[in-house]
């Protein structure tokens, strides 16, 4: 049952506004606060509760069984919504939409993207074909990962495209960041174009449309592909049927039904990424050697978070590498090399972010590390801004 399915006596009002000074006739009044004379009240013969806090946001010290209570016992809807309950429908669904038709799904190495995939292998088997368009500007052994994944273990007919050339052919020299992310949102778009030539019978496109994106698009059945800044948005005139099947799930339910489904951890908890990749954490034009160096540094930074335990708490954390030399000493010589930056943020919803406390130790062995095993690189810092007034990314 849905919340907009129960008679409207049964649901709780949560006022924004003014605060309630009297409970009205007929309700008793079961909290208050110096600020809020009415903070709960109920009337337990009609069924009507009532609070004038927040018990939805993460602060609010039990709130989560405040609305456990309400729908389990007041409205009568059992928590039917498993995580194999959701994988039955999704299957189900997918197979009533596709039929016997050709599917095609882009993988980017990102968990919607895996889960999305997984889902429809599941329900539609080898009617399935994921493309993975290797960029050049991804993390290390991310591709390499996604293609074990896919087509070792779940036996996916991948289709690997190594593009990497003509993504820093078309990039050479580039550094504005906006035009970056232009250049590599149309290569992407004609790298995925033909490839959907060649397979022609393909009439349905999975996409990884989560319902946070649905809301923000305005709601409806039939959201647009969210073109945001994502690249992966794919242009109108690719006459594909969407398949969406993780659209009424929050991130935390992709993240069950893909371990579920027996996706690895790496990719299941895998913290966001940009769509242009490492092209925007260049801070100047990109080429070979900064990727490399880039790419080795974010696995350091990678590995001892992870090996610290802070991986999933922590929102995104990873390196950035200004184009700019910095002087240092080595041995008895004087050096002129990169800096490597290092940014890890908490945050709930990327909106807004704090930097992460990260403990003395887990940064001294991030920078040691990075100064010894990264070649081309001699200073590490840490980035202490928050978003506002930083963002999270440094282009
Ligand atoms: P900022 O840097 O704006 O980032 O604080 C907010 C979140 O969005 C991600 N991000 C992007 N994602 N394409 C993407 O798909 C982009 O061009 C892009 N720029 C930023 C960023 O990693 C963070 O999670």
């Known amino acids: 049952m849905l919340l907009s399915d129960l008679p409207d006596e049964q649901i709780v009002w949560m006022s924004h506004g003014d605060a309630i000074t009297a409970e009205p006739p007929g309700f008793t009044v079961t909290a208050s606060s110096p600020g ?15 609070v004038q806090f927040h018990p939805e946001v993460a602060h609010t010290e039990r709130g989560q069984e405040v609305l456990e209570k309400f729908l389990y016992e007041v409205c009568g809807c059992p928590p039917a919504w498993t995580n194999t309950s959701i994988i039955d429908q999704a299957v189900a669904e997918i197979r009533a939409q596709v039929g016997g038709e050709k599917v095609l799904c882009g993988l980017s190495g990102g968990v919607d993207s895996a889960v999305a995939a997984a889902l429809v292998h599941k329900a539609v088997g080898d009617q399935l074909t994921c493309v993975l368009v290797d960029t050049g500007l991804l993390r290390m052994a991310e591709a390499a990962q996604v293609e074990e994944t896919f087509r070792r273990q779940f036996h996916v007919d991948l289709v690997h495209v190594k593009a990497g050339d003509r993504f820093l052919g ?8 906006e035009r970056k992310r232009k250049i590599i949102g149309e290569t992407f778009i004609r790298v995925f174009e033909e490839v959907a030539r060649e397979h022609e019978d393909a009439r349905f496109l999975v996409q ?5 994106d649905i809301v923000e698009s305005g709601g ?22 969407l398949v969406e099947p993780l659209r009424r799930l ?9 371990e579920e489904l027996g996706l690895p951890p790496d990719i299941v908890w895998r913290q966001p990424f940009p769509g242009p990749g490492l092209a925007v954490r260049i801070i100047g034009a990109i080429t070979p050697e900064r990727l490399e160096i880039l790419r080795q540094a974010d696995a350091v930074v990678v590995e001892e978070i992870k090996r610290a335990g802070l991986y999933r708490q922590i929102w995104q954390s990873f390196a950035v590498l200004p184009a700019v030399r910095t002087v240092g000493v080595m041995g ?8 490597i930056v290092v940014r890890a943020v908490t945050s709930d919803d990327a909106m807004t972010a704090d930097w992460a406390r990260l403990p003395d130790s887990v940064l001294e062995r991030i920078a040691s590390r990075i100064i010894n095993e990264v070649p081309g690189v001699n ?15 440094w282009e």
């Open 220 to 241: 409806g059945e039939n959201a647009t592909i969210k073109s945001h800044h994502n690249v992966g948005g794919l242009p109108d005139d690719l006459e594909f049927e």
């Open 332 to 339: 008895d010589g004087r050096t002129y090399e990169y800096p």
């Open 36 to 50: 809020a004379p009415v903070a709960a009240l109920e009337d337990r013969d009609r069924a009507v509760y009532g």
């Open 170 to 177: 078309a990039l050479e020299g580039v550094e504005d960041p």
């Open 379 to 393: 200073r590490v810092a840490y980035d202490i801004t928050s978003k506002p007034p930083g963002t999270i990314e």
């Open 208 to 212: 990884g449309t989560l319902y946070p």
């Open 250 to 258: 929050f991130k935390d339910e992709v993240r069950a039904v893909g």
